[in-house]
């Protein structure tokens, strides 16, 4: 796998750890008192949540299952080398959209 720049590899890691910008962790640790995902998700956000369920990614899910030539699931994702690849290669092109 190619080296990613700190910034990836971090977001990779706080994704997979669940410790980071998520209203679930900011719920855990006292900021959030709902801890519910954004718009009208009525669900807890949390890692799990955004990769496999929620249905603000939707598309971006059938891409990377398209990519994976399988239903996705966290330890395909993140304990696989096909399944780390697409997730950085989605981090990759939704930030540069983003910016």
Known sequence: MPKYPKRTQAAFFQLK???GFFKSFSK???K???GKCFGDCKFIQSPRHLVLHCKHYSKERKIME???KSRMTLTKLFCTEKGKEV???YYIIHRSQQL
């Open 17 to 19: 750890n669940g410790a």
């Open 87 to 89: 997730l950085f290669q």
């Open 32 to 34: 959030d008192i709902k």
């Open 28 to 30: 855990r640790i006292g």
């Open 66 to 68: 398209k990519q994976l």
